[in-house]
């Protein structure tokens, strides 16, 4: 079995490991370095529920070998949220409007809406859609997701708003 | 599904490609972005003993101008090629072709010279380039050459590409500014961004009194190869673009189309999406040409 050194940068840290050509990236998150938020779905590029960030850029990498992702710069689910204790404002916008009923696409929901909302502060609908376009949800029937995603973005541009002045007391 | 054992290159030029490709015979296979060929090996549709990764060879990226023709690097990445300021105000029937191509997620790994090999009878880039006379050019260790879109498309998935051969680049030669020029591309699918029914690609020049002076019509997803719609473009130069031209042009598209059938949609229905997109493609070419200034 062919062997190839790999050293990628995951969330930060710099991951090196010894694979076959043929371990998807996918698996090699999950199997090798226990990253499990990931999640593998179809296994062939159609469900989404896969996807990362490499080089900031959204990819499904379940269609990628892990030899491909040498030297690459790879963001996990895992990676989103500020610490190991709390969520994101995205992560936590999918609870506060139920943007999930089994979890299972959510981590690729996640990635490829992180992804909108970096490039994009004020997306429409229909750019929440088409950036969610390529993942697959067979529980909420999309609306919550695309609800949440709106709602992050609403908190995430208040969030670069001066800080209301205080009320003066006593005149 | 997990793909058969391979080895695995990634060679830094073209010319260690073209040895790898001529050592290999046919058990080396090119990867770039993967995203129809990493399907292919974990369903174990595929098998080759050696996959090379051309995808970061520099001389096979980026995207240059010249007076006479844009020309794209096989392995620029589609979301790459979508964002492109060249691309979008030269070839706008291409970003819009583009647009209908996969997911974000795709485009930022597939690429140009990617789908254009792997000739997926229902691909958009494809389908731009054949409506565009692009030329496609190739290396192997027996040396480079030029190959016409018209001569490229064989058969679904096969290409006039040999075994042993890489492609490099795509060139799609300007339309001379003989007046407007717009165009429209057109796709029916299950779903967004699922495999096109069919889909249709119009490009066309118009005159100061609004005649069509040159048209390109392509279609896609019907047959077995991508097809340029000769017979209607033929009708449609020399006249306006009105109703009745775009009644003719519908009628012609789906008299003269060699469509099949399978279990998403039989011959018939792909005739009758043909001619309504082929009619709904020119229309809106037509109205971008018409957008222009004068």
Redesign the interface.
């Known amino acids: 079995?062919?062997q190839?050194p790999v050293t990628l940068t995951v969330n930060g840290e710099t991951r090196s490991a010894d694979v076959?050509?043929?371990l998807?990236l996918v698996?090699f998150l999950r199997e090798t370095l226990n990253l499990t938020g990931t999640h593998a779905g179809c296994?062939?590029?159609v469900c989404?529920a896969c996807?990362v960030l490499?080089d900031g850029?959204?990819?499904?990498s379940?269609?990628?070998?892990a030899?491909?992702a040498d030297g690459a710069q790879i963001v996990t689910v895992e990676g989103l949220a500020p610490d190991a204790e709390g969520l994101s404002v995205l992560q936590d916008s999918f609870c506060e409007v139920h943007a999930l009923q089994c979890g299972f696409c959510t981590p690729g929901m996640l990635i490829?809406a992180h992804?909108l909302l970096t490039r994009n502060p004020d997306p429409s609908d229909a750019d929440i859609r088409?950036?969610i376009?390529?993942n697959l949800c067979r529980c909420t029937g999309y609306k919550q997701i695309v609800e949440a995603v709106a709602l992050a973005a609403r908190r995430l541009r208040g969030a670069n708003e001066p800080a209301p002045r205080e009320r003066s007391h006593g005149g | 599904?997990?793909?058969?054992?391979?080895?695995?290159q990634r060679p830094a030029g073209l010319s260690e490609t073209c040895a790898l490709l001529a050592e290999g015979g046919g058990e080396a296979k090119i990867?770039a972005g993967?995203?129809t060929l990493?399907?292919l090996?974990?369903?174990r549709l595929a098998r080759p003993a050696l996959?090379i990764?051309i995808?970061r060879i520099a001389e096979l990226q980026g995207i240059a101008e010249s007076g006479d023709a844009v020309e794209i690097r096989a392995c620029t990445s589609q979301?790459r090629a979508l964002a492109d300021r060249v691309v979008r105000r030269r070839l706008p029937l291409l970003a819009k072709a583009l647009s209908f191509v996969?997911?974000?997620?795709?485009r930022?790994?597939g690429t140009i010279g990617g789908s254009l090999a792997n000739a997926d009878p229902a691909a958009e880039i494809g389908l731009a380039a054949l409506a565009l006379d692009a030329e496609l050019s190739s290396r192997s260790a027996r040396g480079a050459r030029t190959i016409a879109i018209g001569q490229f498309f064989v058969s679904p998935l096969v290409t006039a590409l040999a075994a042993e051969e890489c492609l490099t680049a795509v060139r799609f030669p300007a339309w001379r500014a003989d007046g407007r020029i717009g165009s429209g591309f057109q796709e029916t699918s299950i779903r967004?961004?699922d495999f096109a029914l069919v889909a249709a690609a119009a490009q066309l020049a118009l005159d100061k009194s609004g005649v069509c002076t040159r048209i390109a019509i392509s279609l896609g997803g019907a047959g077995a190869t991508p097809v340029r719609l000769t017979a209607v473009e033929q009708a449609l130069v020399g006249g306006k673009l009105g109703d009745g031209a775009l009644a003719t042009a519908e009628k012609l598209a789906q008299d003269n189309l060699d469509a099949s059938g399978d279990i998403h949609a039989s011959a018939a229905h792909r005739r009758r999406i043909a001619g309504a997109l082929v009619a709904r493609a020119v229309a809106e070419a037509r109205d971008a040409a018409l957008a222009e200034p004068a």
């Open positions: 079995m062919s190839h076959p050509a043929r998807t698996d296994e062939h590029g989404g996807t490499m850029e959204p990819v499904r379940c269609l990628l070998f030899v491909q490829a992804a088409e950036a376009g390529g | 599904m997990k793909a058969v054992d391979f080895d695995y990867i993967g995203q990493v399907p090996l974990v369903m996959l990764d995808n979301a996969g997911h974000a997620q795709t930022n790994r967004r961004s």
